[in-house]
């Protein structure tokens, strides 16, 4: 079963406040779109999409040189534009992850299709538990009573009436989205961890 992927790349990162887009930030030397992408290049996605606004131009042209589909939103806000970069795929399976996740990876994105379709939901919202944001000192902007959204979902764009279901995590390689810039610090503490112990 094959699915499709959408990369919300437009927000205006204010919150850096350091003058450079969100998705070309390096980290280790790499830009963080480039570890998302590479993340959901694999065999059970067969197309991927970067959805990116007036706010992110230089990730749009970025992306450009590279050949990667590009949809422009009207930066609307989050939910506004990811709707409308829905209404522009074909409705299928689609596997939305946000443009601030440097330390996903391949292992990651399977592990979570495999549950979407072991659950047999319309939607699924990948959460982590608030222990592991405070444990890493991140700042959630969202809570809800099954945890934070790590900016992982699932959907069936042709069931979006449909239930949803939560997936709960508890590797920090989830938890580390890059709002500010001391989170680079956590990203590369939890990435030299997780190499240390898979040695």
Known sequence: MSFSALI??????????????KPLLKFR?????????????????KSIT????????E???YLETKGINIINTPAMGYVEDLIYAMRKLKPE???IITGDLPLIRKKDIRYVLKEYLFLDCPSL????????????GMRAD?????????GINVIDSRKLDGDECYLAVTNPRFAV???????????DKVLEEDENASE
């Open 29 to 45: 030397g790499k830009a963080i779109i480039d570890y998302i992408i590479e993340a959901v290049s694999i065999k059970e996605i």
């Open 50 to 57: 970067v959805a990116v606004t007036q706010n992110t131009p």
């Open 142 to 150: 969202i809570e809800f009573d099954a945890g934070i959204p790590v």
């Open 125 to 136: 919202a990948v959460m982590c538990g608030k222990e592991i944001h405070e444990k890493l």
């Open 177 to 187: 989205n890059v709002n500010y810039i001391g989170d680079l610090k956590t990203a």
């Open 59 to 61: 990730t749009k042209a």
């Open 93 to 95: 399976r689609v596997l």
């Open 8 to 21: 919300m790349a437009g927000g205006k990162a204010t919150r850096l406040n350091i003058g450079v887009e």
